[in-house]
């Protein structure tokens, strides 16, 4: 028989996916900008937020 794992959708979960999408659109949105794509300080803020992101959804995953 096939297993089917419950997904569900918590706060979490949101804010996770909401944290890397930040972290990408703020590079993208930066980069259009100001022309500027490698910048040491662009790279430090995509990487927490998008860092946090992540670690939010294997926290999420772990139970």
């Not at 297993?3 to 996770?16: A, H, P, Y």
């Not at 500027?36 to 294997?58: E, K, N, P, R």
Request: net charge positive; hydrophobic share 60%.
């Amino acid at each position: 028989m096939a297993e089917t794992k419950e997904f569900k959708i918590s706060v979490k979960l949101v804010l996770s996916l909401l944290a890397v999408f930040v972290g990408i659109i703020f590079y993208i949105s930066w980069g259009l900008t100001y022309g500027v794509w490698a910048d040491i300080g662009i790279y430090s803020v995509t990487i927490l937020f998008v860092a946090l992101g992540i670690l939010g959804l294997i926290f999420t995953r772990i139970k």
